[in-house]
């Protein structure tokens, strides 16, 4: 049987998918998802028992559970046009990190005045902390990614409106 989080990473793979059923069976277990309008159906049902004749014990009737899942609604965040905006960007593949420690407050948010030089954030690789550091005088318009996110080479980390 799979465990609950296989069945979270596959309900959350078919939701990001264009997929609008599917149907995974092994050892018995059957997992069934079928994508219906703004709602989908996940049905998990229980593996058979094969049990001779000669020793069938009354058992309690298997139940078969039934988990609906809705689709989160995300409400659209008014376009930002990019077109004057300054991004910054990863240095390197690692996790980013919005404060120097996990009870610290972030090192800018939305809205803050920032400096050329000024530290934005800290993407970690292979265990090294790296400071990343704003490139122009500006404001923080938008921030891209979220604390303890994986980013990659080259991915645009914030939106920096220069002055």
């Known amino acids: 049987m799979l465990?609950?989080?296989?069945?979270r990473e596959l309900i959350r793979l078919v939701n990001e998918s264009n997929i609008v059923e599917f149907v995974y069976e092994h050892d018995g277990s059957k997992?069934?998802?079928?994508k219906a309008g703004a709602a989908e159906q996940v049905v998990v049902a229980p593996p058979?028992?094969?049990v001779p004749p000669a020793a069938v014990v009354q058992q309690p009737t298997p139940v078969v559970e039934k988990v609906e899942v809705k689709e989160e609604v995300k409400q659209e965040k008014p376009a930002?046009?990019?077109?004057?905006?300054?991004?910054?960007?990863?240095?390197?593949?690692?996790?980013?990190y919005a404060a120097p420690s996990p009870d610290?407050?972030?090192?800018?948010?939305v809205g803050d005045k920032v400096k050329?030089?000024?530290i934005v954030c800290i993407v970690e690789a292979m265990k090294l902390f790296n400071?990343?550091?704003a490139e122009v005088d500006g404001e923080i318009v938008e921030v891209l990614v979220k604390n303890g996110q994986l980013v990659e080479y080259g991915q645009?980390?914030?939106l920096v409106k220069p002055e």
């Open 131 to 133: 400071e990343i550091e």
């Open 3 to 7: 465990k609950i989080q296989e069945i």
């Open 156 to 158: 645009p980390l914030f």
């Open 80 to 96: 930002v046009s990019t077109e004057n905006l300054h991004t910054i960007t990863s240095p390197m593949v690692g996790t980013f």
């Open 116 to 118: 050329k030089g000024t």
């Open 104 to 109: 610290a407050a972030p090192y800018v948010k």
């Open 48 to 50: 058979k028992v094969d």
């Open 31 to 34: 997992i069934k998802m079928k």
